[in-house]
């Protein structure tokens, strides 16, 4: 079936950027995004990228987008303790949205 | 708008016994979502539905129902709760058609002993 990877634990100083890295499956996936989750709380939608593009960036985020590789990743720049959070990969082909397992990322002042 | 709104927020259920976990969106959304999250793991999606009266299964559905009467509420069904539904489920919603936001509620922790 689908599957969606991601490692489990990324650690940073802040001011440094942080890349959260992810691979996926499906060839067929329309739409595929970056949520974050932090404690006690849902998900909440940070950006999502079309399928056909390679890189989309909005503010401090900057997502590319290897269609080849099916790799996916999030650089977050000059990361704050405010970023510390889950964040998921995740895919959409029809109605059907697929996870990844999420990466805590810490950051160290 | 209070967006997407989950009761309870906790719960610990007797293995056997039932509840239902309610969920309700103000946002006029057709499609709403339940998942499991279980620790280490991304979300499994266990029913799903695009529209009133209409439901579909996910990835998970066994030991669960769901119904949906109206397009503001969804609830999530456990007839014979069992150790192994114990996790915290979300519900989302989002738009029909171009609106590929899913907006999730704050999430129900359930433990079953």
């Known amino acids: 079936g689908e599957d969606v990877e991601q490692s489990l634990f990324l650690s940073v100083r802040e001011g440094d950027s942080s890349v959260i890295n992810c691979t996926y499956t499906?060839?067929?996936?329309?739409?595929l995004y970056w949520y974050k989750q932090e404690p006690g709380a849902g998900l909440q939608l940070l950006t999502y990228?079309?399928?056909?593009?390679d890189m989309k960036q909005d503010q401090r985020l900057t997502v590319l987008l290897n269609k080849k590789d099916k790799h996916l990743s999030l650089r977050i720049a000059d990361t704050q303790t405010g970023d510390s959070a889950i964040y998921f990969c995740?895919?959409?082909?029809?109605?059907?949205?697929?996870f990844g397992p999420g990466t805590r990322l810490s950051v160290l002042p | 708008n209070a967006g997407v709104t989950q009761t309870p927020k906790f719960r610990i259920l007797k293995i056997g016994q039932s509840m239902t976990l309610q969920c309700t969106q103000d946002m006029n959304h057709n499609y709403m979502y339940w998942y499991r999250q279980d620790p280490g793991m991304g979300l499994k999606l266990i029913y799903y539905?695009?529209?009133?009266?209409?439901?579909d299964k996910g990835e998970v559905p066994n030991g669960y129902n769901v119904s949906r009467s109206t397009t503001e509420d969804f609830p999530l069904r456990l007839e014979l709760a069992a150790p192994s539904q114990t996790s915290v489920y979300f519900c989302a919603s989002r738009e029909e058609g171009g609106g590929y936001e899913q907006y999730f509620g704050p999430g129900t922790r359930l433990t079953v002993t």
């Open positions: 990228i079309f399928s056909n593009m």
């Open positions: 499906d060839s067929s996936s329309t739409y």
């Open positions: 539905s695009v529209g009133a009266g209409i439901t």
């Open positions: 995740a895919e959409s082909y029809g109605q059907n949205f697929v």
